[in-house]
């Protein structure tokens, strides 16, 4: 399962347990402003790479991941405002599953800690009968096609892996205040590696629609300067407050 990075208190759902409980959706995104990326997959590269860059991590056990780069900063993003409306175009859907998660073994579990959820208001996740509402069956939905998705990506990480196509990218930016930011420890694929790769692997990759995934990515990269220039904005707006209060 993908890391759980904004469940403070996960639990599997159950269906005695949680008879009664009730569900609110939300297109509040705030639980997500303390993170400057999550993971994506490859079927959303193509929406995600209009202004998000997607890049890979390395994991310790030598497994890459995509990700989508939400800021320049360590620990948070502004692409929610206060309120917790996202003002970027495309919402991930690895942010967009929450509260809810699926296990490895298809286990629905959800963040108990969450306000969506309650015993008076909001829509049923059981019937009286202890059946699945279609609310919950539409929450199931999502996330099995989602867990799809991450496993088909995992094997095509595996699979450009294995032609020898990731190289480091490390790159100095400017964060808009004309002071360089280091990215270091990712990881993007090599366009002049991928002409020698076997001809049968890139009709492989063609047929399935994951070589165009390798285009949307490397088309991803220019997002960069989108960053630079939100970073430059909220760099300003950020002295004009500290310049009103003193």
Request: aromatic share 12%; charged share 25%.
């Amino acid at each position: 399962m993908s890391e759980l990075l904004f469940y403070r208190q996960p639990v599997a759902l159950n269906r005695e347990r949680h008879r009664n409980l009730k569900f609110s959706s939300s297109a509040r995104f705030r639980f997500s402003r303390e993170v400057n990326s999550v993971p994506v997959t490859g079927i959303e590269f193509f929406e995600a790479s209009r202004d998000l860059p997607i890049l890979f991590s390395r994991s310790e056990s030598d497994q890459y991941s995509p990700l989508v780069l939400l800021s320049l900063r360590n620990n948070s993003h502004t692409l929610v405002d206060d309120e917790g409306n996202w003002s970027g175009n495309y919402v991930p859907a690895f942010i967009r599953r929450y509260p809810f998660a699926m296990t490895d073994n298809q286990t629905v579990c959800f963040d108990e800690h969450s306000e969506q959820f309650s015993e008076d208001t909001g829509e049923p996740l059981f019937s009286d009968e202890g059946e699945n509402t279609k609310t919950l069956n539409n929450i199931i939905q999502f996330l099995h096609q989602f867990d799809g998705a991450f496993k088909r990506t995992r094997e095509f990480c595996e699979q450009v892996q294995k032609a020898e196509l990731f190289k480091p990218f490390n790159i100095q930016v400017l964060a808009g205040d004309n002071k360089p930011v280091r990215l270091e420890g990712l990881y993007t694929i090599d366009e002049a590696r991928l002409l020698n790769v076997d001809q049968a692997q890139v009709m492989e990759w063609f047929k399935s629609g994951q070589l165009a995934w390798i285009y949307a990515h490397l088309h991803s990269l220019g997002a960069l300067k989108q960053l630079s220039k939100r970073q430059a904005l909220q760099n300003a707006e950020e002295e004009a407050e500290t310049s009103t209060v003193n």
